[in-house]
């Protein structure tokens, strides 16, 4: 009998699932205008003891620096390019390319309590009148050949692989390009936990690889970044640590062990060390 595929967790699960981790990520990663939630670049492994702040600062520099470098594996850019920031959580992405890249962006995401930020931080950092933030599922952003760039960080892991490409196929003008950043699997054991806890359903490179060539999309680069993203969860694990002892000394109880996201984190962190795991990017293009 042959293996049933994996299947994502319904959108309204996911939609929950990030509507109510808001507060959480704004206390942590805030307080913005660009706030972001995802994996980071960091070259070296950091120094322990670092504060609480330092910690954000240096979280915060290697988000930021994976977005410039995925700015610099599409190249020429040119003012007023259309861009679809796919998952765009709390906007930090398409406050990035706004402000650094003076693009228009609609920033799309299914949590309802990020919709507001969005629009907040856009005002805050002077690009509200080029952040268009809407409340749509991936897979039914209106319009055809309207989006130069379409940018996915660790979003395409919650969509089917196929119907998302030919979404894609859809949406990008000719000659125009995704950029994808994601998590993807180098085991199959890890796909169970790592679905669980992040809601999704991880696949394999060659899976997005075989998804992309079959609906149109031809891959231009791809790049592993896993080396480099081993220490920005030394660095998360760090700051979770920080924060379980402050809620001790505040008379926390029941605090005593690691969190649950601190074994998750854990979790991925070992996934990237060992294999199990990997990191990275690819651009893919549609044929003129």
């Known amino acids: 009998m042959s293996a049933q595929p994996l299947r994502a967790p319904p959108r309204d699960e996911v939609s ?141 892991c919650y969509l089917p692989r196929r119907e998302w490409f030919r979404k894609l196929r859809t949406l990008l003008r000719p000659g125009g390009r995704v950029l994808l950043t994601d998590c993807f699997l180098g085991r199959p054991a890890m796909a169970a936990p790592f679905d669980r806890y992040w809601r999704t359903r991880i696949g394999a490179v060659d899976e997005y690889f075989r998804a992309a060539s079959e609906e149109g999309l031809r891959l231009e680069l791809h790049q592993d970044l896993t080396w480099r993203a081993v220490n920005f969860w030394t660095l998360t694990l760090d700051l979770l640590a920080r924060e379980r002892e402050a809620k001790l000394r505040q008379g926390g109880l029941g605090l005593v062990g690691r969190s649950q996201s601190e074994r998750e984190h854990l979790r991925l962190q070992q996934g990237f060390l060992d294999g199990g795991l990997h990191h990275g990017w690819m651009v893919l293009r549609r044929p003129r």
């Open 16 to 156: 929950a699932y990030y509507d109510a981790k808001t507060e959480r990520l704004l206390h942590r990663y805030g307080p913005g205008p660009r706030v972001h939630y995802h994996t980071g670049m960091v070259e070296e492994i950091p120094p322990p003891g670092l504060t609480v702040e330092a910690l954000r600062v240096r979280i915060h520099e290697a988000q930021e620096r994976l977005l410039k470098e995925m700015a610099l594996a599409v190249g020429g850019w040119q003012v007023g390019r259309e861009v679809l920031d796919v998952g765009c959580g709390l906007g930090g992405g398409s406050l990035y390319w706004a402000a650094e890249h003076k693009a228009r962006v609609t920033a799309i995401t299914i949590a309802p309590a990020h919709l507001p930020w969005v629009r907040r931080f856009a005002e805050q950092a002077g690009v509200a009148h080029q952040v268009t933030a809407l409340l749509c599922d991936a897979l039914e952003v209106p319009g055809r050949e309207c989006f130069d760039l379409v940018v996915a960080v660790e979003s395409s």
